[in-house]
């Protein structure tokens, strides 16, 4: 529907207009649609972004809109961030729910005996993997 002019006004709906051209030109563009509307209408100030929105409104309804299919999300340097530090983390050598309590206490009792000492707990542990082979 469209708007009424005021009564006694020489305004111009603009939404008509821009309808009118497009329905005898359904291939016009943007830039050639305004520049037949300052042609059409001298004397007026045309606001180029109303009329872009209403010419993408009206064409839509018209049905000549172009969809265009949505880009797939870039991957952020975040995320590639995050997948570095996972990698870079040592890998458990079992998971939480096979330890038992009396073994995590076991453990801590013996970094306690190696003076808290991660690297020499290490050197213990692998001293003693090489006995058992």
């Known amino acids: 529907?469209?708007?009424r002019a005021a009564a006694g006004s020489d305004k111009v709906n603009m939404s008509q207009e821009i309808r009118v051209i497009v329905e005898a030109?359904?291939?016009i563009r943007g830039p050639e649609l305004i520049a037949a509307l300052k042609a059409k209408f001298p004397s007026m100030t045309i606001n180029e972004n109303s009329v872009q929105v209403a010419f993408a409104n009206i064409?839509?309804?018209m049905?000549?809109?172009r969809t265009v299919a949505k880009r797939p999300a870039k991957r952020t340097r975040r995320a590639s961030r995050a997948a570095a530090s996972r990698a870079a983390r040592p890998a458990?050598?079992?998971?939480a729910a096979d330890v038992s309590i009396a073994q995590l206490q076991a453990a801590r009792g013996f970094l306690s005996a190696c003076g808290d000492n991660l690297a020499?707990?290490?050197k213990v542990l692998q001293q003693l993997a090489d006995l058992r082979k």
């Open 1 to 3: 529907m469209a708007k």
């Open 25 to 27: 030109n359904k291939e």
């Open 59 to 61: 064409r839509k309804r």
């Open 63 to 65: 049905g000549l809109a």
């Open 92 to 95: 458990a050598t079992a998971p």
């Open 120 to 122: 020499t707990a290490q």
